[in-house]
């Protein structure tokens, strides 16, 4: 069994920055991506950033130059530092890893989400 924990959303006013925790537990084998979406009422879900194995980053465009993804190998977690946060920013946050468990192949998981709200 895998599992993925989130934590660290809530009401913050514009300009103002949160960050985002997901933690990865269980029978893992290794992790591949990790990283950040959203989505609000009646939309899809939208890549926010993601990070590889390897470390190289893909950022979507709203968000470049405010958002940092960031990964920690040895505590199988990712983060999303967000600043300069725009009430268009807000959202339920999900996290998504690529792990292979030790019996399974590759799948995609993801946390249960965490509420982002960006209001003055």
């Not at 690529?98 to 249960?112: L, V």
């Amino acid at each position: 069994q895998v599992q993925l924990v989130e934590s660290g959303g809530g009401l913050v006013q514009p300009g103002g920055s949160l960050r985002l925790s997901c933690a990865a537990s269980g029978s893992i084998f290794s992790i591949n991506a990790m990283g950040w979406y959203r989505q609000t009422p009646g939309k899809q879900r939208e890549l926010v950033a993601v990070m590889s194995r390897d470390g190289s980053t893909n950022y979507a465009d709203s968000v470049k130059g405010r958002f940092t993804i960031s990964r920690d190998k040895a505590e199988n977690s990712v983060y999303l530092q967000m600043n300069s946060l725009k009430f268009e920013d807000t959202a339920v946050y999900y996290c998504n890893v690529q792990i292979r468990s030790i019996a399974t192949p590759q799948y995609n998981y993801w946390g249960q989400g965490t509420q982002v709200t960006v209001s003055s």
